[in-house]
C-alpha cells in the first residue's frame, strides 16, 4: 500500500490561502512541482487547468454581464486569464514559496518567474477540479477573480488600449503607430520591458513600462491615447 502524502504546515496554509483542502494532497504537491524538480510534475495538470480556467471565467462573465455580446465578452475573458493577471495573482497568494523547483530553477530565480508562476496557478486549479470537481473549481477561481470581475465596468471601453488608439487613428485617416523596443531591464525571471510608441501624424511619443513587451506596449498605448483626447 502506497504510503499517505503528508501536507507540510506550509502547504496545508497555502492550500487554505487558495480556498481548498485537498482530500488528495498528492494532487497539491504534483500541481506545485515544476518539470525542473521530478516527476510527476503539473505540466498535465497546467492542460487542464487553463481549460478549467477558460470554462469558469466563461461563466462568471456570462451570469454577471447578461447584456454584453459574445465579442466583448471574449475579449474581457482573454484579459482575465493572460499571464500577466495569472502572475499577479500567484504572487497575492505567495504562490512561488510553494513551488517545488530544481536546484537550476532555485539559484535562476524560477520561484519569481511570471511563465512559472502563472502556469502553477493553471495546475492548481486543474488540482481542485480533479480532487473536488467542477462545481469546487468554480467557487476557488471565483474567489481569486472577484477584485478584477467587481473591477469591470461595461460602460467603460472593453477593447485594450492598442486596438483603441489603432481605431482611433484609422478614423482619421492617419497612419498606424510604431512601437519599438527602448530597453529590457533585469535578470531574466524579473525582466521589465520599455517601449516607445510613436505617433508620427500627432509629433507624438509615449513610453511604457511592464513585465512584458505586450504590456508595455498597452501602457504606452494608453498613454498616447490620452494625450491624443487631451
Do not use: W
Not at 4 to 15: D, E, G, M
Request: hydrophobic share 40%; charged share 25%.
Amino acid at each position: 500500500m502506497a504510503e499517505k502524502i503528508r501536507l507540510t504546515a506550509p502547504q496545508a496554509a497555502f492550500s487554505r490561502r487558495l480556498g481548498h483542502e485537498f482530500a488528495d494532497p498528492s494532487l497539491l504537491r504534483t500541481a506545485l512541482t515544476h518539470r525542473s524538480h521530478s516527476s510527476p510534475h503539473n505540466e498535465r495538470l497546467e492542460f487542464l487547468g487553463d481549460s478549467i480556467l477558460n470554462c469558469v471565467v466563461a461563466h462568471l462573465l456570462f451570469e454577471r454581464f447578461p447584456q454584453l455580446p459574445e465579442g466583448d465578452l471574449s475579449r474581457l475573458r482573454a484579459n482575465l486569464v493572460k499571464k500577466d493577471t495569472l502572475h499577479e495573482l500567484a504572487l497575492g497568494l505567495n504562490l512561488g514559496e510553494q513551488l517545488r523547483l530544481g536546484e537550476g530553477e532555485l539559484k535562476s530565480g524560477g520561484h519569481t518567474r511570471p511563465s512559472i508562476l502563472a502556469d502553477a496557478l493553471e495546475a492548481l486549479f486543474g488540482a481542485v477540479y480533479l480532487d473536488a470537481g467542477f462545481d469546487r473549481a468554480k467557487v476557488v477561481v471565483g474567489n481569486l477573480f472577484t477584485a478584477k470581475l467587481d473591477a469591470i465596468a461595461p460602460d467603460q471601453p472593453i477593447k485594450d488600449p492598442k486596438t483603441r488608439l489603432q481605431e482611433y487613428l484609422q478614423a482619421r485617416r492617419q497612419p498606424l503607430p510604431v512601437y519599438t523596443l527602448a530597453a529590457t531591464d533585469g535578470q531574466a525571471h524579473l525582466q521589465q520591458f520599455r517601449v516607445l510608441c510613436e505617433v508620427a501624424s500627432a509629433a507624438l511619443q509615449t513610453e511604457g513600462q511592464g513585465s512584458s513587451r505586450r504590456a508595455a506596449e498597452q501602457e504606452a498605448a494608453s498613454r498616447a491615447l490620452e494625450k491624443l483626447k487631451a
